[in-house]
Nanobody
């Protein structure tokens, strides 16, 4: 199965920005939906955003991140990105990317995704 590796997390002050990357190894994900999820301390994993890799113009965002986060992809690099701006402490979580279905249904359920990466920690201080 494809392996996903996230990077780009770290410690940032409120109002700052980070760009996360997710690189897929061992197989192409260019025809699959890709998603970003996050898991805050003591909470369950939650949907952040997703994108159709066969149609890069199709994307969806959780209400909490709309206008601040942007998902994008580079099929030539087998990579998906998450640009995070105007970060606040509520964004503190471990962020994961995952492979979804081939057809974009805007499914926000983590169970619909597989081939999860190990995650990268994002901590936002006040």
């Amino acid at each position: 199965q494809v392996q996903l590796v996230e990077s780009g997390g770290g410690l940032v002050q409120a109002g700052g920005s980070l760009r996360l990357s997710c690189v897929a190894f061992g197989g192409s994900v260019s025809t699959y939906v890709m998603g970003w999820f996050r898991q805050p301390p003591g909470k369950e994993r939650e949907f952040v955003t997703s994108i159709s890799w066969w149609n890069g113009s199709d994307s969806d965002y959780a209400d909490s991140v709309k206008g601040r986060f942007t998902i994008s992809r580079d099929n030539a690099k087998n990579t998906v990105y998450l640009q995070m701006n105007s970060l606040n402490p509520e964004d503190t979580a471990r962020y994961f990317c995952a492979v979804g279905p081939k057809y974009y249904t805007r499914d926000k359920n983590p169970a619909s995704y597989n081939s999860w990466g190990q995650g990268t920690q994002v901590t936002v201080s006040s």
